[in-house]
Protein backbone atom coordinates (compact mmCIF):
# COMPACT_ATOMS: atom_id res chain seq x y z
CA UNK A 1 0.00 0.00 0.00
CA UNK A 2 3.24 2.41 -0.31
CA UNK A 3 1.93 5.88 1.80
CA UNK A 4 -1.48 4.80 2.51
CA UNK A 5 -2.78 5.10 5.85
CA UNK A 6 -5.66 3.13 6.56
CA UNK A 7 -8.67 3.94 8.68
CA UNK A 8 -10.91 1.22 8.27
CA UNK A 9 -11.30 -2.24 6.54
CA UNK A 10 -14.92 -2.43 5.15
CA UNK A 11 -15.41 -6.02 3.86
CA UNK A 12 -12.03 -6.52 1.82
CA UNK A 13 -12.28 -2.37 1.05
CA UNK A 14 -9.78 -0.69 2.70
CA UNK A 15 -10.63 2.82 3.22
CA UNK A 16 -8.00 5.76 3.36
CA UNK A 17 -7.59 7.66 6.37
CA UNK A 18 -9.52 11.32 6.53
CA UNK A 19 -7.52 13.39 4.43
CA UNK A 20 -5.53 11.02 2.27
CA UNK A 21 -7.01 11.67 -1.12
CA UNK A 22 -9.71 14.54 -0.16
CA UNK A 23 -9.38 18.06 -0.54
CA UNK A 24 -11.13 21.18 0.88
CA UNK A 25 -14.04 22.19 -1.28
CA UNK A 26 -15.88 25.79 -0.97
CA UNK A 27 -19.48 24.39 -0.73
CA UNK A 28 -20.69 27.88 0.47
CA UNK A 29 -23.13 28.50 -2.93
CA UNK A 30 -24.72 24.97 -2.18
CA UNK A 31 -25.13 24.86 1.16
CA UNK A 32 -28.19 26.46 3.43
CA UNK A 33 -28.86 26.64 7.01
CA UNK A 34 -31.95 24.93 8.41
CA UNK A 35 -31.33 22.46 5.27
CA UNK A 36 -30.31 18.89 5.99
CA UNK A 37 -27.81 17.36 4.08
CA UNK A 38 -26.46 14.09 3.80
CA UNK A 39 -22.44 12.72 3.54
CA UNK A 40 -23.18 10.02 0.76
CA UNK A 41 -18.98 10.38 -0.46
CA UNK A 42 -17.99 6.79 1.33
CA UNK A 43 -16.06 8.25 3.07
CA UNK A 44 -15.74 10.56 6.46
CA UNK A 45 -15.86 14.55 5.80
CA UNK A 46 -14.91 17.28 8.01
CA UNK A 47 -17.05 20.33 7.90
CA UNK A 48 -15.86 24.16 8.15
CA UNK A 49 -18.12 26.85 8.23
CA UNK A 50 -18.61 30.31 10.06
CA UNK A 51 -21.81 32.01 10.60
CA UNK A 52 -22.91 35.60 11.30
CA UNK A 53 -24.99 36.16 14.51
CA UNK A 54 -26.22 39.78 15.10
CA UNK A 55 -26.54 41.44 19.01
CA UNK A 56 -28.78 38.51 19.84
CA UNK A 57 -28.84 34.65 18.61
CA UNK A 58 -27.90 31.68 18.97
CA UNK A 59 -26.08 29.14 15.93
CA UNK A 60 -25.86 25.26 15.91
CA UNK A 61 -24.76 22.37 14.01
CA UNK A 62 -26.11 19.16 14.44
CA UNK A 63 -24.72 15.61 12.69
CA UNK A 64 -27.56 12.88 13.24
CA UNK A 65 -29.99 15.36 14.79
CA UNK A 66 -27.40 15.35 17.94
CA UNK A 67 -25.65 19.13 18.81
CA UNK A 68 -22.20 19.22 17.78
CA UNK A 69 -21.59 22.65 18.13
CA UNK A 70 -23.06 25.91 19.47
CA UNK A 71 -22.54 29.94 19.42
CA UNK A 72 -24.55 32.60 21.29
CA UNK A 73 -24.73 36.32 21.25
CA UNK A 74 -26.63 37.68 24.72
CA UNK A 75 -28.07 41.53 24.61
CA UNK A 76 -25.47 44.05 25.21
CA UNK A 77 -23.47 43.30 22.74
CA UNK A 78 -24.02 45.08 20.04
CA UNK A 79 -22.98 44.72 16.21
CA UNK A 80 -22.56 41.85 13.93
CA UNK A 81 -20.57 38.95 15.13
CA UNK A 82 -19.12 35.55 13.31
CA UNK A 83 -17.94 32.42 14.75
CA UNK A 84 -15.62 29.29 13.23
CA UNK A 85 -16.87 26.02 13.73
CA UNK A 86 -15.68 22.83 12.29
CA UNK A 87 -16.78 19.13 13.15
CA UNK A 88 -16.46 15.59 11.40
CA UNK A 89 -19.60 13.57 9.53
CA UNK A 90 -19.25 10.12 9.31
CA UNK A 91 -20.55 8.66 5.99
CA UNK A 92 -24.05 8.15 5.94
CA UNK A 93 -24.77 10.77 8.45
CA UNK A 94 -27.11 13.86 8.09
CA UNK A 95 -25.52 17.08 9.19
CA UNK A 96 -27.22 20.77 8.90
CA UNK A 97 -26.52 24.42 10.78
CA UNK A 98 -29.73 26.52 12.08
CA UNK A 99 -27.77 29.84 11.10
CA UNK A 100 -26.77 32.09 8.28
CA UNK A 101 -23.46 30.40 7.06
CA UNK A 102 -21.61 33.60 5.75
CA UNK A 103 -18.78 30.40 4.57
CA UNK A 104 -18.88 26.96 4.26
CA UNK A 105 -16.24 24.37 3.44
CA UNK A 106 -15.98 20.49 3.49
CA UNK A 107 -13.15 18.08 2.83
CA UNK A 108 -14.17 15.32 1.09
Request: aromatic content about 12%; hydrophobic content about 40%.
Amino acid sequence: MGNLIVQQINGNKYVPALGVDQSWKDMTAQRSSGVTYTNSTGRTIIVAFTFSLGSHGQGHAYVDDVRVASARIYGGVEGAHQFACSFVVPNGSTYRTTNFAVFWAELR
